[in-house]
């Protein structure tokens, strides 16, 4: 948190500090913009009273002259005189009013009389006044021959009756009258400047810079102007080495004249920088305080961190012991179930050795009892297997439609005998549950499973009640989804189990027996069963009052099965001279399922391996069935062998069979049946029935 402070610290005025410093920039590029846009509008105004009175004065003295010649002029010098006096004279902002011939000679002038001998016949505002005659012309700074005062001139072409050009009125204008209202509205502030411009580029008058020669002249790429809009704005240098101005432009009136207000870039930066530079401090030296702060409190950190590290050390080796007590309690619990399996398996095994030397013994005549010994010795051994691999979620089950009614009722007597004589067992079910899709040994396994639980949990005796019952979900039971379903309520009235055992009550391997009392499989094995068959399981208990499992098994839509007599007349009616290539790698098995499958009448071809099979079909060989087992050498396992047949040969019948379903939803997607293992003679005739097409869908699990 220290350190997310200090870079916040640091970052938010940072970024504070950036965003003010670059609005106040543009706020002040624009406080400058709006300045040098109201000077242009002030000068352009003050500049067109000037120029119309200019030409006012002009048309007056052209209307006093009439076509008069020169000689006429001359001759009554006086006169006009004391008229160009008494026109222009009062003005502050004329220096004179001249009348020149059509050779250039004064004529007459408003400054002195008589006027001296002087010709202007080479000067550019006479020579371009005669050539642009009738349009007012405005030279360039220029100091007047009378009098030597700073002027520019304005010159108006004289003509006669029939257009000939018969001299020039000009009117000098003081620069000195425009530069004193410049420097007014500049009011002492150097970096603004002012001037007066020709449509050209030449100066006429300006503020500033200071040092700009007279004949120098803008070019159109300093000078946006030339010959361009009337109004606007741009960065312009004024003359060679002056610094870089932003500057608005106006055309005065109908005028071949510009009027330009400039202010200088460098200088609001200048200005921009001098505030910004205290906007900083004042910001800077907080941060820096807080930031000194956060370090130190950090620093004082260090050494509660060092002292923290080696408290969190011995909670590790704490928290490491009980993982390692942990880890010996499931090592335990293992243990139990390893000894428990290796115990019922020497009982089974023991059952079939004692059974099978009797049998030798008899010289394989009269083995009945013995073989029905045995028979139920592998029943027991494959239902400890199911189990395992149920819990394990390893095996495929072997799913079919039942009435839960009836196999309650054929468990009954095994759940009474696994609660004892103690535990009185009530079974309630009535008559109109729905039918439920399951695994008929692995549902009854879970019965007698909880049944074993409550005998346990109510060791002086008790009451343990079966209620079955129908229910419809709206999906907040847990993880299952909305639906009808089957609960089967089984409740004890025993000690009871606390909130911790509940929360793992599920968990392979958990249990809160000793040692010796039990493996810690039997919670964990019922859920298997419901999630497996598409439901849930779930656990109310009270301690000292007793639990509560409830088992949830989705309803499953009545489908008339086939009879065992129908199944075996088809199987035996199919199996008449049909094919089946059996692919099995284990060799005793494989003995065994081609001894069935010839007794049901088929002809038998084995292979040991997937690859091998292939090739026969590569080879041309056909067969009416494709039996092969999951897990086998090389390549290609059963379902690659499946998958590429089905590719090349969609017709094919094909099966496959395993007593591991590690991928086992492959092969349902791909639409399947899969017998599991060990199957019986049963099983088979309901899959060598189904060669027939219409006998029923695939996809299954027998």
């Not at 089946?580 to 069935?596: F, H, I, K, M």
């Not at 017709?651 to 639409?671: H, K, P, S």
């Amino acid at each position: 948190m220290l350190r997310i402070l200090l870079c916040v610290s640091v970052a938010l005025p940072t970024l504070f500090a950036v965003a003010y410093g670059y609005l106040d920039y543009q706020r002040r590029v624009d406080e400058a913009n709006d300045i040098v846009d109201r000077l242009t509008l002030v000068v352009s105004e003050q500049a067109v009273k000037v120029f119309d009175l200019d030409e006012q004065i002009g048309m007056r003295v052209r209307e006093l002259l009439g076509t008069s010649d020169d000689l006429a002029i001359a001759a009554n010098e006086r006169a006009v005189h004391a008229r160009l006096a008494a026109i222009g004279g009062s003005l502050p902002q004329i220096a004179s009013v001249s009348v020149f011939g059509a050779d250039g000679k004064v004529l007459a002038t408003s400054m002195t009389w008589p006027v001296p001998p002087l010709s202007v016949a080479e000067r550019e505002d006479f020579r371009a006044a005669k050539a642009r005659s009738p349009n007012t012309y405005f030279s360039g700074p220029m100091r007047s021959k009378i009098g030597s005062v700073d002027v520019f001139n304005t010159a108006f072409a004289r003509l006669d009756a029939d257009g000939r050009f018969i001299g020039v009125v000009s009117i000098a204008l003081r620069r000195q009258y425009f530069a004193d209202f410049y420097r007014q509205l500049a009011d002492g502030r150097p970096y603004i400047g002012v001037g007066m411009y020709r449509s050209d580029g030449r100066p006429v008058v300006w503020l500033q810079p200071h040092n700009m020669p007279e004949r120098v002249s803008l070019n159109h790429a300093s000078a946006p102007f030339i010959d361009g809009p009337v109004v606007g704005r741009a960065f312009m240098r004024f003359a060679p080495g002056d610094i870089e101005r932003v500057a608005s432009f106006r055309k005065v009136g109908d005028y071949p004249v510009y009027v330009t207000s400039s202010y200088a870039t460098r200088e609001i930066f200048a200005q921009w920088w001098t505030h910004y530079v205290v906007i900083l401090a004042a910001i800077g030296l907080p941060c820096l305080a807080v930031c000194a702060l956060v370090v130190f409190s950090m620093r004082q950190l260090a050494a509660e961190q060092t002292t923290w590290e080696r408290w969190h050390g011995e909670v590790a080796m704490r928290i490491s012991a009980e993982a390692s007590s942990h880890r010996l309690r499931r090592v335990s619990a293992l243990t139990n179930l390893i000894g428990d399996i290796a115990h019922n398996v020497n009982n089974l095994l023991m059952v079939v050795a004692s059974n099978m030397q009797v049998a030798r013994h008899k010289q394989f005549a009269g083995l009945e009892r013995e073989v029905a010994q045995v028979e139920s010795a592998i029943a027991t051994a494959e239902g400890l297997m199911r189990r395992l691999l149920s819990v394990a979620r390893k095996r495929p089950l072997r799913l079919a439609v039942h009435d839960v009614r009836q196999l309650l009722s054929q468990a009954e007597e095994s759940i009474k005998e696994a609660t004892g004589e103690r535990v009185d067992t009530v079974l309630e079910a009535p008559d109109d549950l729905w039918p439920v899709s399951v695994d008929k040994q692995d549902f009854a396994s879970a019965i007698l499973a909880i049944g074993q639980n409550a005998k346990e949990a109510m060791p002086s005796g008790g009451r343990f009640i079966v209620r079955c019952q129908n229910v419809r979900l709206k999906g907040n039971e847990g993880s299952v989804t909305a639906g009808d379903y089957v609960m089967v309520s089984c409740a004890d009235n025993g000690m009871g189990m606390s909130p911790q055992s509940i929360a793992r009550a599920f968990e392979p391997l958990f249990t809160t027996k000793s040692s010796a009392a039990g493996t810690g499989l039997g919670l964990a094995h019922v859920l298997a069963m419901c999630e497996q068959a598409g439901g849930t399981a779930r656990i109310d208990s009270i301690e000292s009052k007793g639990t509560n499992v409830r088992l949830y098994v989705p309803r499953y839509a009545v489908v008339a099965p086939e009879t065992e007599e129908q199944r075996r007349e088809q199987a035996q009616r199919t199996c008449g001279q049909r094919s089946v290539l059996l692919v099995e790698d284990n060799e005793g098995v494989a003995a065994g399922v081609t001894a069935l499958l010839e007794m049901l009448g088929c002809g038998v071809y084995h292979q040991l391996s997937a690859d091998e099979a292939f090739k026969l079909f590569e080879q041309g060989r056909t067969f009416d069935l494709l039996l092969s087992d999951v897990q086998m050498p090389g390549k290609l396992n059963g379902i690659d062998l499946v998958e590429l047949v089905l590719k090349a040969w969609p017709t094919q019948r094909v099966a496959l069979m395993t007593g591991y379903a590690n991928e086992f939803d492959r092969a349902r997607r791909l639409g399947i049946t899969v017998l599991s293992k060990p199957f019986n003679i049963d099983e088979l005739t309901t899959l060598i029935a189904r060669l027939n097409p219409h006998s029923g869908p695939e996809g299954t699990v027998l």
